[in-house]
């Protein structure tokens, strides 16, 4: 494959990982994805299940940085400038902390690929929602042991796309160690590390510098339309690459200020106005902050806690409100209800149903098992009701 083949999204592709290069390594790879074939995850065909074919259009002047509480332990040190023929050294410092997150998509009959951030040594991994949305099963290399895990997942934050993996039998894991990006200023010297490519092995290093704080991006589903949006993001100017999602931004000290998020390095996801070589940053203070409310089990409108619960659809937003069912899964929930093709979802529970968003969100709320009235207009343009059982499905 060439190195300018076009992924739809960064975390979803065909080929099986390569294994893993020895642990210590910390390498600057020439991201290519030779070998590699990014496919799509559909929206809702879990109920909350992730968007497919991301893409992010930065807009809107920059925030000021939130003052998020930091409830996992950072490192005591600030972040200093250097300059960026020492970042490759502050990165090695960070590697043993993290770990490579491979997924099985078993409803899409493909594999995904990201990084992970290691918490605890007893295996808590901070991750992005979109790395993990739509799998069926998770193994996890970390890269401090070489070791293979499998991991569940506590919970995920849709709206900031985070999400915690816990580590099946994990112990004594080197941890990442931690730093405070309330501190990270416009011209620091930073680093992108990760699995670009998704091609496991020793990590990669995207190193540039920081160009903006405060920053607002849409990420949207190309083939539905769906989309998020992410705020207070750091930007950068680093060849961040599909797989580094979920790893960290490090400082010039060698401590992890933010997960990468985001990139518009040549991808789908650029957009007008923006230069390649672009990326984003989850600062870290706001994902540990919300990495302890999932561990804390701590469930919101936002956030989502254990298995996810599985409507069997496929949805895209309509000309006017709703959400249109393009596909149905044989013998899932809503085929067992009798909704198919080309029905209208317009309410969950008395909740109105205005876009494919809307379901996705207000699915959010259940879990497996929980029973929820559905509001649909058929194909006949007659409005029908009924009780849907959700099953348990892939992670949202």
Do not use: C
């Not at 849709?158 to 894991?173: E, F, Q, Y």
């Not at 699995?195 to 990590?203: F, K, L, S, T």
């Not at 060698?254 to 518009?264: I, R």
């Not at 390649?276 to 919300?290: D, H, Q, T, Y």
């Amino acid at each position: 494959m060439s190195e300018d083949y076009r992924p739809r999204h960064d975390w979803h592709y065909a080929g099986a990982p390569q294994p893993p290069a020895q642990p210590s390594q910390v390498e600057q790879r020439d991201h290519r994805t030779a070998g590699l074939a990014f496919g799509a995850a559909a929206l809702a065909l879990t109920v909350g299940a992730a968007a497919a074919g991301w893409g992010y259009i930065a807009h809107g002047a920059p925030q000021e940085p939130g003052a998020y509480a930091k409830p996992y332990s950072a490192q005591p040190v600030s972040n200093a400038r250097t300059n960026p023929g020492s970042i490759a050294s502050a990165a090695a410092k960070v590697a043993p902390g993290l770990v490579d997150v491979n997924t099985e998509l078993g409803l899409q009959g493909a594999q995904g690929a990201g990084t992970g951030i290691v918490l605890t040594s007893d295996g808590e991994v901070l991750t992005n929602n979109h790395v993990v949305a739509g799998a069926t099963a998770i193994s996890v290399t970390d890269i401090g042991n070489g070791k293979t895990y499998n991991a569940k997942v506590v919970g995920y934050d849709r709206a900031d796309d985070i999400a915690v993996l816990k580590l099946v039998n994990a112990s004594g894991l080197t941890t990442a160690p931690l730093g405070n990006s309330d501190r990270v200023a416009v011209g620091d010297t930073i680093a992108g590390v990760g699995n670009a490519g998704g091609v496991g092995g020793a990590p990669s290093v995207a190193a540039g510098r920081v160009t903006s704080l405060g920053r607002t991006i849409t990420a949207s589903d190309e083939s539905s339309g769906s989309s998020e949006q992410l705020n207070g993001l750091i930007q950068v100017a680093a060849n961040i690459q599909p797989g580094d999602s979920g790893g960290p931004l490090v400082a010039a000290d060698g401590t992890v200020v933010g997960m990468d998020t985001a990139a518009s390095a040549g991808y789908r996801f650029q957009q007008a106005g923006m230069t390649s070589g672009e990326g984003f940053a989850i600062p870290i203070n706001r994902a540990l902050a919300v990495a302890e409310d999932i561990a804390a089990g701590k469930a919101s409108d936002t956030v989502h806690i254990g298995p996810t619960a599985f409507l069997g659809v496929t949805v895209s937003d309509t000309n006017g409100s709703g959400a249109l069912i393009r596909g149905v899964v044989r013998n899932g929930p809503a085929a067992q209800a009798g909704l198919t093709a080309g029905d209208v979802i317009t309410a969950v529970d008395g909740r109105a149903v205005e876009s494919a968003t809307d379901l996705t969100h207000l699915l959010d709320r259940d879990h497996p098992n929980d029973s929820v009235t559905l509001t649909w207009i058929d194909q006949m343009s007659q409005q029908q009701s009924g009780q849907v059982a959700l099953g348990t499905g892939p992670v949202g």
